[in-house]
């Protein structure tokens, strides 16, 4: 078997009294799309400034295509970051910006225009070239960001909320195009988000961070489906956390998903309720109901034209003992 791309091994950093990254361990694979999510201040940019070597380890490992090394340099090192605020030169054509790397590598200029074309071009940015970076649109600019990293053909492209400062449909739209990137180029892609639909709808995996700690890694559908955590399960997705002995008659601390629960649905479990509130969102219509056991349970259901009327009445919650996830 080949070496992972990175492999992260009790890696730690203090800042001060802060443990910012906590004996972390992680294996990422070559040719993966993989994503640090969490909450701010959970240590996610710091483990990736750590894999740049921006940031020297207070402890542990880093290691790129099985070679250490941790105490290298920046430069040293076969990858490439792009940050939230693109840093592009101002006063530099786009075509400059993203040649930039080669001419510092002294690469020959013919070849320099070249892949600083073909890297546009990837990005779908030809016939751009010659603009400068204020003449463009957000996700242009970002785009460009993207070619210049990419044109030195890095063995791992480490991406910091790149999409963070684009409006929604924007950030959508980029999305879909990261991933198809990501496919062509065949590069290893460590991406850095708090936004948990865009870590589940591009990646291959997902670490889930808290408190400089990883807490699960796991495919999007294992993350959702089976989180290993209350905070998994309250972080990824929407879910229902209650005490079993409440609601079910047994210990333990237990996770429901809003959309597998029913409103007087057959399924071997049930429990009444009166409906808190009704909440319409177009295709979806959440409800929010006071369990008369205790706790509030939210269902996520198709809009119909009835559902409003539930509103204060008593209703009976039904699911399905398989859809319950035990934490
Ligand atoms: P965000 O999504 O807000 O960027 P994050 O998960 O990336 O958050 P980090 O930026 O890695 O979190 O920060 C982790 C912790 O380390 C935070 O408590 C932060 O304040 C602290 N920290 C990060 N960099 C430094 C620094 N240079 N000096 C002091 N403390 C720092």
Redesign the pocket.
Known sequence: MSDPAIRLTGLRKS??S?N?VNAVDLEIADGEFFSML??????????LRLVAGFETPTGGTVELGGVDVTRRPPYERDVNTVFQDYALFPHMSVLDNVAYGLRVRRVPRRERRERAEEALRSVRLDGYGDRRPAQLSGGQRQRVALARALVNRPKVLLLD?PLGALDLKLREEMQVELKALQRQVGITFVF?T?DQEEALTMSDRVAV?SD?RIEQVATPAELYERPASPFVASFVGTSNLFPGDKVLGRPGLFSLRPEKVRVDGDGDCAAPGVVAEVVYAGAVTRLVVDLDAGPRMVVLLTSSADLPALRGRPVRLTWNSSDLIAL
């Open positions: 800042f001060g802060v910012a969490g909450p701010s201040g959970s240590g996610k940019t710091t483990v909320e850095v708090h961070f400089g």
